[in-house]
């Protein structure tokens, strides 16, 4: 892939080669300079429907990493990759071999897009081969596994981001800045959701073992973070009721989750987490100014702002995780904090576990972070 220049980047090369010596750059122009020598390098760990139809494509329009590396358990996946994306042979890894990767100098991060339980293993091994590592969502199974892979990544020295594509989208940050915003009133109610008639057997997400909890676990922390990142701050207790409308498909699980969560200065959030029927909305309302995104939360979907007053849309990205991942590749060029990081995703999952627990009690749960 040809490096791209933007013209003020070029402008400050060209002056740093007038100036004939690195010691007259500036820290920032440095790490421009390195960015136009090479991208850094992520393998992709579990090439399933995520890695296939999203991740993939969205690495084809990074600026600043790319798609370098792959880890498939099917030889055919492998061979189709390396033909589509010009991936070396030399850079395919199984699960077998996974750990070789620590001798890949070409590897700079490792994105882990397997199933639930397999997070936090696979982050752990990544880190301790020395490798920077991305973690698709929900981080881990509970609060406890988040904890050790944060503990790891402190450890090894290396940056740890979440998947959270929403954490750099355009709509999402001026939802979040409008709420913030005080002149308007503070925020009094807000519902987010999101839902899909997706359950099927044999499905892992629906696995208990494997999953950790159906669609609370799978599309619960898109809502949850949607609704801590619009309060400005975290949850303080909540209430939560468990569905079951198809008991040969949800075991052990509910196919419909549903919770309220109470924030510090008494905002509420409704939300729903839904394995058996479409929906997919994020609405904010202080009193009778209001802002909602409909749908909200589906990658690639049109995102437009709805308030009380009209509808506009943003400028943004084809691919979401594009930008999620530039911003991940940059921290590491730059030395600058994760956004979408470890400790976001531990938050997630401490109200993920109190939600079980308020479901399992019947009660109002305080929530311990
Ligand atoms: P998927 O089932 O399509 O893919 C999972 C991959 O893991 C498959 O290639 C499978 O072969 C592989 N795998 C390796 N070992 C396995 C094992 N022991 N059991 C089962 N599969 C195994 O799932 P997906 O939709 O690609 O989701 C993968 C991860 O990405 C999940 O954690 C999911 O939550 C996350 N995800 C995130 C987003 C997002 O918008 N951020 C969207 C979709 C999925």
Known sequence: MKPHHSPSRRKALKQAALLGSAAFLSPTLLACAKTEE??????LVGLGNYATVQLGPALRQTQYCELRGIVTGTPEKATKWQKEYGILPAHSYSYETFDRLRDDPDIDIVYIVLPNFMHAEYTIRALEMGKHVICEKPMGMDAAECRAMIAAAKKANRLLQIGYRLFYEPHHLEMMRWAQEPHEGRIKLMETSLGFDMARPGLWRIDKRMGGGGALMDLGPYVIQAARRAAGANPVSVRAQGYVDDPELYKGIYGTYTWQLRFPDDALCNSTASFSAYIDRYHVAKGHHYTELKPAFSANAKLSLRTWDGERTLPSAEFQQATQMDAFARNI?????????????????????????????????EIGY
Do not use: C, F, N, W
């Not at 090479?38 to 393998?43: C, D, F, S």
């Not at 730059?334 to 979408?340: C, I, K, R």
């Open 38 to 43: 090479k991208k850094l390098g992520i393998a």
């Open 333 to 365: 060029l730059d030395g600058t904090p994760v956004v979408a990081s470890g400790e976001e995703g531990l938050i997630d999952m401490q109200i993920v576990d109190a939600i079980k627990q308020a479901i399992e009690k019947g009660r109002e749960v």
